[in-house]
Nanobody, 115 residues
Framework: QVQLVESGGGLVQAGGSLRLSCAAS????????MGWYRQVPGKQRELVAR???????NYADSVKGRFTISRDNAKNTVYLQMSSLKSEDTAVYFC?????????WGQGTQVTVSS
């Protein structure tokens, strides 16, 4: 059973930065990709950023140039560095991991950007 535990959310002023962490139980080499999604009440969960096992990444247009996804294989952890935060980035952020056969989600961490 895969467990994903997010941390690093909180309250930040517009223009500020936060770094989210997602720690996986066991090696992250088994995942086809790991990524971050976000959701606000009443809207669908949307992809923010994703990193594939080979290192390729993709980002939502709304966060390109502001957010960076990275990983530390030794710590089995994926990060999302968020900079130049805007009020519209306010959401619950979820870590996601895929192994081709199954897809896993963390419990989510709240990010609130005050304007």
């Amino acid at each position: 059973q895969v467990q994903l535990v997010e941390s690093g959310g909180g309250l930040v002023q517009a223009g500020g930065s936060l770094r989210l962490s997602c720690a996986a139980s066991g090696s992250i080499f088994r995942f086809n990709y790991m990524g971050w999604y976000r959701q606000v009440p009443g809207k669908q969960r949307e992809l923010v950023a994703r990193m594939f096992s080979g290192g390729a990444t993709n980002y939502a247009d709304s966060v390109k140039g502001r957010f960076t996804i990275s990983r530390d294989n030794a710590k089995n952890t994926v990060y999302l560095q968020m900079s130049s935060l805007k009020s519209e980035d306010t959401a619950v952020y979820f870590c996601n991991a895929d192994t081709f056969r199954a897809n896993y989600w963390g419990q989510g961490t709240q990010v609130t950007v005050s304007s």
